[in-house]
């Protein structure tokens, strides 16, 4: 099968742990370690968050006395790419000698007029009490929102409308070569008058765009991995029981809590609904851990547009 995998930001980096090189390092190495059985019967491309990376980036840059201006955040988005790309290489790599993987930078267009540039909502970087918070919105210029009992800066997330680079990943899936791209969910840009691609002030959902990659690549399955066994109804409450197949019509029924579920929830239901109408596909949200048993619905939630 061809397979699109959406890691989840706790694979690079636990809540609260410090983003220390060597922590990201040895969380990437396990992740591998669970992901690398994929890769022998299949075609997989491998994409990945940003959001605590790109965070460290921008407050460095902020930071800086020497610069005029902070660089913008598709500059940082795609050294992010550059970074964790090298990481997930070397990792994956050591785990499958025998194979060939390549890390693509990549961009990822979207609308100038998007209304997600007036309403920033995408968390970046490390979580902060009220005060530190809304302390260093001020010094720099921030949107600052809770995010949980902390808080967070927060940046533009237009939707993804294109990955520039799709026809490079298709030729090296094509070649047998395990891809890793879209990190971050790719760098975002838009068109200009004249036609030339610009970048943007902005972070994209990375399992939004991984969505929309799984469908120009015709994938056959979409692995959104997070830190949870599977989607829960009734989160929260003592009547809580996980959702194992259903359909993006009943998993969009559910009354699930706002936060990093709702991204992930829209990205399958969304690859199913749009994918499936030409084939059989189907999409799964689970634990990392459990990838190989997500791929027929062994484990997590299975999404599929037929009952």
């Not at 609904?273 to 689970?286: C, H, L, N, T």
């Amino acid at each position: 099968m061809r397979i699109v995998v959406a890691l989840g930001g706790n694979a690079l980096l636990q809540r609260g742990q410090v983003p220390d090189a060597a922590a990201q390092v040895e969380n990437i190495r396990r992740a591998m370690r669970a992901l690398a059985p994929l890769t022998d019967d299949h075609e997989v491309v491998l994409t990945h968050g940003n959001g605590p990376q790109v965070g460290v980036l921008a407050m460095e840059s902020a930071a800086d006395a020497r610069l005029s201006q902070p660089y913008p955040f598709d500059a940082l988005g795609a050294m992010t790419q550059g970074l964790i790309g090298y990481w997930i290489l070397q990792a994956i790599g050591n785990e499958r000698p025998y194979r060939q993987f390549a890390a693509v930078l990549n961009q990822t267009l979207v609308d100038a007029d998007d209304p997600a540039f007036e309403n920033p909502t995408k968390f970046v970087g490390e979580v902060y009490d009220e005060r530190t918070a809304r302390d260093l919105a001020t010094r720099h210029g921030w949107h600052v929102r809770r995010d949980g009992e902390h808080w967070r800066r927060v940046v533009p997330s237009p939707r993804p409308r294109e990955i520039i680079e799709t026809r490079l990943i298709d030729h090296l899936l094509d070649e047998s070569v395990i891809v890793v791209c879209a990190g971050g969910g790719g760098v975002p840009v838009v068109r200009t008058g004249t036609g030339d691609l610009q970048g943007v002030e902005a972070v994209i959902d990375k399992d939004l765009s991984a969505a929309l990659l799984a469908h120009r690549l015709r994938a056959d399955r979409l692995l959104v991995l997070t830190d949870v066994a599977a989607v829960m109804e009734g989160f929260g409450t003592p009547d809580a029981r996980p959702v194992r197949r259903t359909t993006p019509a009943r998993l969009r029924a559910l009354d699930l809590p706002a936060g990093s579920m709702g991204p992930k929830v829209e990205a399958v239901c969304r690859f199913v609904e749009v994918s499936g109408q030409q084939r059989r596909v189907a999409a799964a949200i689970g634990n990392l851990d459990e990838a190989t048993a997500l791929l027929d619905g062994s484990a997590g939630t299975f999404v599929t547009l037929d009952p």
